[in-house]
């Protein structure tokens, strides 16, 4: 089994619905957990970050935390075809790698104008 | 700051030859990786340092690979011999110790390595 695992995709919605990406992790450890978006050719940069349990919205972006189903997801509202990129799921363990993060495969969404 | 920093962004080499990808790090971060990133795999972590020191070379796939931080503001990343099989894009990240496990990396352009 994977470290993180996130649904295979690629997902496609229309434009303006809600987009759901999905992942879930096999550390019981694990106590951060971070959505990084990639587009085509590009880096990856930091879209969102949780620690608690519960949710956590940054204007159109929700992350979801429930670490007892060891589960962390994000919500994109309103998707726009510039949401279109592929997303990472990473996540941190306390300890001596504290700062090391493992990714997923990562999930790529397309949004359909 | 001008982010992480990585030299060159496109390497084209021929099997056999040696290949030495460059990183500088966010002034003042003190944890780097070295990932790499293909379609087959996904992405990657080859080693990483903290304070300069090398923690985890568990994901460096060969002997072929090495690794490399001289001072907090450099880090090479090398192969040789460089094989077909090599080519993917190499992403160095940065992060800062201090905010622990929390850390968040700050990733570069990559280098996009070809072996042909």
């Known amino acids: 089994q994977k470290e993180v695992e996130q649904n295979s995709g690629p997902l496609s919605v229309p434009e303006g619905a809600i987009a759901s990406l999905n992942c879930t992790y096999s550390d019981r450890v694990s106590q951060s957990f971070f959505w990084y978006r990639q587009y085509s050719g590009k880096s990856p940069e930091l879209i969102m970050s949780?620690?608690?349990?519960g949710d956590k919205e940054d204007g159109r972006f929700t992350a979801q935390l429930n670490k007892a189903s060891q589960y962390v997801s994000l919500l994109i509202r309103d998707s726009q075809p510039s949401d279109s990129a592929t997303y990472l799921c990473?996540?941190?363990?306390?300890?001596?790698?504290?700062?090391?993060?493992?990714f997923g495969d990562g999930t790529t969404l397309t949004v359909k104008p | 700051d001008a982010g992480v920093i990585q030299s060159p962004r496109h390497e084209v080499t021929e099997m056999g030859q040696e290949v030495t990808l460059r990183c500088k790090p966010i002034s003042g971060h003190d944890y780097l990786f070295w990932y790499r990133q293909t379609m087959m795999r996904g992405l990657e972590l080859l080693i990483y340092f903290n304070n300069n020191v090398p923690i985890d070379d568990s994901g460096m796939p060969e002997d072929r690979f090495s690794a490399k931080m001289p001072n907090a503001s450099f880090s090479t990343l090398k192969i040789q011999p460089s094989e077909p099989r090599d080519s993917a894009v190499y992403f160095c990240?940065?992060?800062?110790?201090?905010?622990?496990?929390?850390?968040?990396?700050?990733f570069g352009q990559g280098t996009r390595l070809t072996v042909v």
């Open positions: 949780i620690y608690s349990n």
């Open positions: 990473a996540v941190n363990i306390r300890g001596t790698n504290a700062g090391k993060s493992t």
């Open positions: 990240a940065s992060s800062l110790a201090s905010t622990g496990w929390r850390a968040e990396a700050f």
